[in-house]
């Protein structure tokens, strides 16, 4: 069983740059979610995914948008990169249940992101 | 708005001791808690949670981590570390609100374990 997956694993932009990252969720998951991890941090939520739609936004600015797909599986766009962007950012899915909030989110292993 | 925090960036230990990382947590609501490790180069691994009944929570490697609510605390313990639990630990918390999902996270806690 394929857990979450996440590409490319490292990436190399420039100030001012769009870059998208892609998630694969864990097979039977319906949710995703997006945090940015700076370096010795720890992950800070961006925003959240559900059938297709934004369920819930952190405290991140406009330029950070995504979208999830009718397989569930998600992109995370950030326009006119900065260089405090440079971090590990990180997919999560789960399984939506009653719990809602207490729902297991499953991680995978990142992008690096390093911008110049 | 709901914080949590990790009192202690870095914990060394020599294997076979015990160890307790310690989490506190504000919220103006109820909570979940939860424990994640992350071994170097990796994503985020669930090592426990806490959603409701028992305030103890093992994990199936030997951690456990209490729910204090009059404390605000949910702190992590082994009774005897290895080698292989060298690795960074979050604390993180969520609201168990309507339509709260968010995890919010700690700063982390760095676990070496000495030979």
């Known amino acids: 069983d394929a857990g979450v997956t996440q590409s490319p694993t490292h990436l190399i932009k420039t100030r001012g740059q769009q870059v998208t990252l892609r998630c694969s969720p864990k097979?039977?998951?319906?949710?995703v979610s997006w945090y940015q991890q700076a370096l010795g941090q720890g992950p800070q939520f961006i925003f959240q995914?559900?059938?297709?739609?934004?369920?819930q936004r952190g405290n991140f600015p406009d330029r950070f948008s995504g979208h999830q797909f009718p397989n569930y599986s998600s992109e995370l766009n950030v326009n006119a990169l900065l260089l405090g962007d440079s971090a590990l950012y990180l997919c999560?899915?789960?399984?939506?249940?009653?719990?809602?909030?207490?729902?297991?989110?499953?991680f995978g292993p990142g992008t690096r992101l390093t911008v110049l | 708005a709901q914080s949590v925090t990790q009192l202690d960036s870095q914990v060394p230990v020599f294997e076979e001791a015990p160890v307790e990382l310690r989490c506190n947590y504000s919220?103006?609501?109820?909570?979940?808690l939860f424990w994640y490790v992350q071994y170097p180069n990796q994503g985020l691994q669930l090592l426990l949670k806490?959603?409701?009944?028992?305030?103890l929570v093992e994990s199936i490697n030997g951690f456990e981590a209490e729910f204090n609510k009059s404390q605000t605390s949910f702190h992590l313990r082994k009774p005897s570390v290895h080698i292989s639990d060298t690795a960074e630990y979050f604390c993180?918390?969520?609201?168990?609100?309507?339509?709260?999902?968010?995890?919010?996270f700690g700063k982390g806690t760095k676990l070496s374990v000495i030979p």
């Open positions: 999560a899915s789960s399984l939506r249940t009653s719990g809602g909030a207490g729902d297991t989110q499953y």
């Open positions: 097979s039977g998951h319906d949710t």
């Open positions: 995914y559900y059938e297709e739609e934004e369920r």
């Open positions: 919220s103006s609501v109820s909570v979940y």
């Open positions: 806490y959603l409701s009944g028992s305030t």
């Open positions: 993180a918390v969520s609201s168990s609100g309507a339509g709260s999902y968010q995890l919010t």
